[in-house]
């Protein structure tokens, strides 16, 4: 066994290779079938799986809550991370200790399975190991990237497949079709399952009947009388979009939980108190009064219509100043397109990324709008451009938005 510090492993997961020489769910295979004929089998945990464009985060929250308060020891993996590694892999809402880290990330490390892992790849096996030591009744998982080819996609057969909003990213490599971006996010489906799908797009919809047709899958669209009965309810995460996040992830549970015997009411008390109690860092997420600033992790174009859609609904009529950090390869026009109308002015950064676009060429671009512009050289210079009279509203790359949440965690409340 290696003798790694946590941050050796941590240093070692994060430097391994983003894209593998084979497709991650073929490397997720390969390891599976090598562990079950080991002692080191994990087993088959049952499992929901959860792909999508936008809203994979907070449906998994909403169930990974909701199946706690059903009574199952629930695993949950999901990324990226906003803040700290460990916020990837939690049981019971809690995250992975780093001690469990340091342990697993050595075992695997040191492990030889005659074929090399990405950093997705490594984390995803970090989850399953843990979530077999930690005795979970059920697995809540979220596809790292499409569906089809993804490691996650390796892990077997789940009770159901969950297919959130589908829209326009990483077209670079799902393709920049909705029909093809569909087709790999209903890659997921398997024989015979369970399909649950929040509203799509009519070409996008399309896709995902015959996808589960071709698999004999039993496939249920949430439907507009299903998303105006959450609107009433009280959930714990703001922005008109969870909504539909919310009920798709009710319309799952309770499917699951029926099949499981349980009875009409106690699901819905379970689901009721689920709702309320639900929390998902980064998303519509206010972080002071004084100077207000909210931050959002809205990451591409079907984000930021949603982030415009909840801005619009809960201060109408207002102007903002906003706050952008974005990966290079993001839609970055369509994004700026979509919410320019509401931005008294823009202030961008450049995300802590190799993956990043330059905050000047962000800031060019926006100039060209004929919007006010400034850009900064670093994230921690936001504080001290926070308007006191304006809203203030980050959103972009969750990598910038978890570095300045982590700044703003740090920093002395008498810097105001």
Avoid at 2 to 30: C, D, H, M, S
Wanted: with cysteine; net charge negative.
């Amino acid at each position: 066994m290696g003798k790694r510090t946590y941050e050796q492993v941590l240093y070692e997961i994060n430097n391994a290779r983003r894209f593998g020489n084979a497709p991650g769910v073929e490397i997720i295979g390969k390891i599976l079938q090598i562990l079950r004929k080991t002692e080191n089998d994990l087993g088959r945990i049952p499992f929901v799986h959860i792909a999508g464009t936008n809203g994979k985060g907070s449906v998994c929250a909403f169930l990974d809550t909701i199946f706690q308060k059903a009574g199952y020891c629930t695993g949950r993996f999901t990324s990226p991370h906003l803040i700290e590694f460990e916020e990837r892999i939690t049981v019971d809402g809690k995250m992975i200790p780093k001690t469990a880290v340091e342990r697993i990330g050595n075992m695997l490390l040191d492990a030889d399975f005659g074929i090399s892992l990405t950093m997705f790849d490594y984390c995803l096996m970090m989850a399953l190991i843990y979530f077999k030591e930690c005795g979970c009744g059920i697995m809540i998982i979220e596809t790292g990237l499409g569906g089809r080819l993804d490691s996650t996609n390796a892990i077997g057969t789940p009770l159901a497949e969950v297919i959130t909003k589908i829209g326009y990213d990483h077209m670079a490599i799902l393709g920049s079709d909705i029909r093809d971006i569909a087709a790999e996010k209903a890659g997921i489906i398997k024989e015979g399952t369970i399909v649950i799908s929040e509203p799509q797009t009519t070409l996008a919809a399309e896709v995902l009947k015959k996808s589960a047709s071709d698999k004999n899958a039993q496939i249920s669209f949430v439907t507009d009388e299903e998303i105006e009965a959450i609107s009433h309810r009280k959930i714990g995460l703001a922005g008109t979009y969870q909504i539909e996040n919310a009920a798709c992830a009710l319309k799952t549970a309770k499917i699951l939980l029926e099949n499981k015997g349980m009875p009409d009411e106690q699901i819905e008390k379970i689901i009721a108190e689920a709702l309320k109690q639900t929390v998902w860092p980064g998303r519509m997420e206010v972080l002071a009064d004084k100077p207000f600033l909210l931050v959002d992790g809205a990451h591409n174009s079907n984000g930021v219509m949603a982030l415009k859609s909840s801005l619009e609904k809960l201060y109408p009529g207002e102007k903002f100043v906003f706050f952008m950090g974005v990966m290079a390869d993001k839609d970055y026009p369509l994004m700026i397109d979509e919410i320019l109308p509401l931005a008294k002015c823009f202030i961008t950064v450049t995300p802590d990324s190799d993956r990043a676009l330059d905050s000047k060429k962000l800031a060019e671009f926006i100039r060209n709008r004929g919007v006010e512009v400034k850009c900064l050289m670093h994230i921690s210079d936001i504080f001290d451009m926070l308007s006191s009279t304006d809203k203030n509203i980050a959103f972009g790359s969750l990598y910038f938005i978890g570095e300045l949440k982590e700044k703003w965690e740090n920093i002395n409340e008498e810097h105001f």
